[in-house]
């Protein structure tokens, strides 16, 4: 009996202390002059209701379109339920820059995460002074790569053309700027390509499988909240799709130690390309803790700038006029060495870039969840312009699509594809395809140089570039990116008559 009392008592006393905490946040939120935002209507206690019509906008194709609605529909900042969690999700400028810049230290990455066991801990998963060292360690390197890399990109795409029919039949882009990249990436990241363009074996396609269910397994865990993740508890498959890939990454560190411990030069030739494992393993050398950093950054590296060109590529073919005005600029510098600095100031190229990115990504959600009691500048109020007190814990989804067709910035042709919107524009957050502030994407520039390169090489090879899909829309798959369902499927022509 005596212990009920003491259950009743403690039941009381945390119900107080809630009502206290929920009071003084209130006054908290009044002084600062913060209103609600405005929540969805969920029919669902934990918010499965979203969830399922989210889950059917992905296999339907338009899980962006889906965003966009929402927005339109709940406001630029609105609150959802995600079972036990609540998510502000927001696509307003002045949020993103509170949370990328003005209130960087307030808003971090969620570190209680249910796909650890894979991910571990690296720069995407870190806080506070533990990432702000990793960051410092990295952005360096990434710099000092900048500068070298065009000649080391070049072998790779030497490898591409091999491939690309000179016939005028059809090919599929998009698995093969996936493989460029991930021949380029792997070798900038490991010292070592893992060679799928010229692969004869299965041996890549192998790793790119586990690789997928591994993220696969990842994205179901993290989507299902960590109080829910148990509910894969007996499912093994993740486990052995994830143990190869840090197989896989450790082979490369130990192959790193055996070259080293012989004073072998990783790669052939007088220069060598500028490899990430380098300039890392001095800071870390427990070969575990090397892993997952290393793998923290093979990540956001995968895809990315292979759905970038492709992209580009898809809107270039349904709208070749400016295949042709790329193909005048391009030629203009046709003798000249290519240099990073001469990449940098082919501005019609940079700007395709950009309109692909603005019309179809990959630039997806950046996620951060509050570490204290905080505020977002906007979304309170029934027409959004005050501030929303935010509690320590909500997770605050900041969603790129939208932003990047606002007519008030980019203009009422917003479905257009339109390179030379961007002439002249000064943007800062209003573009944000790579965050900004601190956490900014370290490869910015690495990714536009690589795939300006390949344009270049692209439009002064072929004439033309022609569309051989049939539907002329874009239907999304969304695995973490979300890329073309279809492909990217075109013929190139020599000549264009
Ligand atoms: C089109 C290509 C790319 C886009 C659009 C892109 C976009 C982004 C974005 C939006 C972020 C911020 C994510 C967040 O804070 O939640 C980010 C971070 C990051 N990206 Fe990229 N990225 C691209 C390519 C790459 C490549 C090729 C690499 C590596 C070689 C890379 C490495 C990273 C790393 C390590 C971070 C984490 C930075 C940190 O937290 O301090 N990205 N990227």
């Not at 091999?162 to 700027?177: E, H, I, K, R």
Request: charged share 25%.
């Amino acid at each position: 009996m005596a212990s009920l009392y003491v259950l009743l008592a403690a039941v009381v006393l945390v119900i107080l202390r809630s009502l206290s905490t929920a009071r003084s946040r209130s006054q908290r939120a009044k002084s600062l002059g913060c209103l609600p935002v405005n929540k969805y209507p969920h029919t669902h206690l934990l918010g499965y209701d979203l969830y399922r019509a989210r889950l059917k906008a992905v296999l339907d194709g338009r899980r962006n379109g889906f965003d966009r609605e929402l927005f339109a529909n709940y406001g630029a900042t609105y609150q959802e339920r995600a079972n036990l969690s609540t998510i502000i999700n927001s696509t307003e400028t002045a949020n993103f820059q509170a949370v990328g810049a003005t209130q960087f230290q307030v808003f971090g990455r969620d570190t209680r995460r249910a796909a650890a066991p894979f991910f571990g801990c690296g720069i995407l998963s870190m806080n506070g002074p533990e990432w702000k060292q990793t960051r410092d360690l990295v952005t360096p390197l990434f710099k000092r790569a900048e500068l070298l890399d065009i000649e080391y990109f070049k072998k790779y795409v030497d490898r591409l053309f091999a491939l690309l029919p000179l016939d005028g039949s059809t090919v599929d882009m998009q698995p093969l700027l996936q493989k460029l990249f991930l021949d380029s990436s792997t070798e900038f990241i490991f010292g070592e390509s893992i060679d799928s363009l010229r692969d004869t074996t299965t041996k890549s396609q192998d790793f790119l499988q586990a690789f997928n269910a591994a993220l696969a397994g990842a994205g179901k865990r993290l989507n299902m909240g960590g109080a829910f993740s148990f509910i894969y508890a007996f499912d093994k498959s993740w486990e052995k799709s994830y143990t190869q890939v840090h197989a896989f990454i450790d082979g490369r560190i130990k192959k790193y130690y055996e070259k080293a411990a012989e004073k072998e030069p990783a790669l052939e030739g007088s220069r060598r390309r500028y490899v990430l494992l380098d300039g890392m393993v001095k800071h870390f050398p427990d070969p575990v803790e090397l892993r997952f950093q290393l793998l923290n950054i093979f990540f956001p590296a995968r895809d990315t700038s292979a759905i970038l060109v492709s992209n580009a590529l898809f809107l270039l073919a349904r709208n070749p006029q400016y295949w042709k005005e790329l193909r005048q600029e391009a030629l203009k510098i046709q003798d000249e060495p290519i240099t990073f600095e001469l990449l940098k100031g082919l501005h019609l190229f940079r700007y395709t870039l950009f309109e692909a990115i603005r019309l179809l990504g990959p630039s997806g959600q950046v996620r951060r969840i509050a570490l204290r009691d905080t505020t977002l500048p906007r979304g309170g109020g029934p027409d959004g312009s005050a501030p929303v007190f935010v509690r320590k814990g909500t997770g605050v989804f900041l969603n790129n699509f939208p932003k990047m067709r606002d007519t008030d910035v980019w203009g009422d042709d917003i479905e257009a594809f339109r390179p030379n919107r961007f002439e002249g524009k000064v943007l800062t957050w209003e573009f944000t395809p790579f965050f900004g502030g601190p956490r900014i994407c370290p490869a910015i520039n690495q990714v536009i140089s690589q795939s300006v390169y390949l344009l270049v090489r692209l439009v002064l090879r072929f004439e033309m570039v022609e569309n051989r899909d049939e539907c002329l829309e874009y239907i999304e798959a969304t695995r973490m990116l979300v890329e073309s369902r279809n492909g990217i499927k075109v013929a190139f022509h020599l000549d264009a008559t």
